[in-house]
């Protein structure tokens, strides 16, 4: 059966809700894949960030969406005080820790902002949410800090770029793309079988 | 139990995915309302529309995933040689006929437009279809391009936007709006019983 990808950025709701599934998802391989999608949004002529260039029709919407459907999982949604929030540093946190708790410390990073409110783009909280979650918090940051880090992350980037990713989240089986946490459901199905 | 408002455009291959389904949808009573969405995309200064502004990877995106959605629905799906076709003619034609037939006149265009790629904003084509569907054609083409229908249209897109629409396929029921095919079903089970 063929494994997937996960990209994910911590600005990103949606993105949100699919690593909840998927962190109960058992059947399918996923690899974690931690990004900005900013870089990628910016180089469009309108560039579609939620916060930039959405009409308030489309704001509240997008809102009242994640509320639904964050209900319907169970989750304890807070909407985010400041909204979005830079994703950069918990990207970089994440791609350091071993792949094996990566879902794990990605979940604590997304809970922290959507559940708890707080703001993951600054250092002390990234590094109490290292420390609640049972990591060498300083050994963490200085890796995810470090400039080869930086520069692996904008591969990352060009690598989704490649792939045709255009937005957050997006899932990737054998080269098929899907974007859109309500496409997690199809790109798991893909992953068992193709059906075109 | 709550019924159901379709917001569709010709115009879009999403909207015709979601028609397929409703009609065969049996436990919610459904209002088809067709629409047009490109008056709402132009108030914006960043005009999303697929045709203007989206770029290569989302349009080549957007062609993939329906391939995808359509031939799991089952549905002959050959991609117009010209897209997006302009829903305008269609949505006049289709709110001008009884409403007990609306849905099968609609998805009679839809299907003109989306598996016999037929360019339905020409007349003769519409007509063709109007009386494939045993409509007395002269007679609806008629109503369709009255001006008293003309103007009721546009209160159809001045009501869409009170409704928040941005979008389209929406879903509204008892004012709470769904966004999107991905999002129907999530509709139909909020008009069976809201859980928010």
Do not use: C
């Not at 911590?10 to 993105?15: G, I, K, L, M, V």
């Not at 409110?117 to 800090?145: C, N, P, Y």
């Amino acid at each position: 059966m063929a494994t997937m990808q996960f990209w994910y950025d911590f600005a990103s709701p949606y993105a949100w809700l699919a690593a909840e599934r998927l962190a109960v998802n058992t059947d399918i391989a996923v690899e974690w894949i931690p990004f900005v999608i900013g870089p990628i949004l910016r180089l469009r002529p309108d560039n579609p960030s939620p916060l930039q260039n959405a009409p308030p029709a489309q704001r509240n919407y997008r809102r009242r969406d994640v509320e639904r459907l964050a209900a319907k999982q169970g989750l304890g949604l807070r909407w985010p005080s400041t909204y979005p929030r830079n994703g950069l540093l918990g990207a970089r946190v994440s791609r350091v820790v071993p792949v094996g708790r990566r879902a794990d410390l990605t979940l604590a990073i997304y809970r922290a902002s959507f559940v708890e409110d707080r703001e993951i783009a600054e250092l002390d909280v990234i590094k109490d949410v290292l420390e609640r979650a049972g990591f060498d918090a300083q050994a963490i940051l200085t890796a995810a800090l470090a400039d080869g880090n930086r520069k692996a992350l904008v591969a990352d980037v060009d690598r989704a770029i490649a792939l045709g990713i255009f937005g957050a989240p997006s899932f990737v089986v054998d080269g098929e793309l899907f974007w859109g946490n309500d496409r997690l459901d199809l790109a798991l199905e893909w992953a068992r079988r193709p059906w075109l």
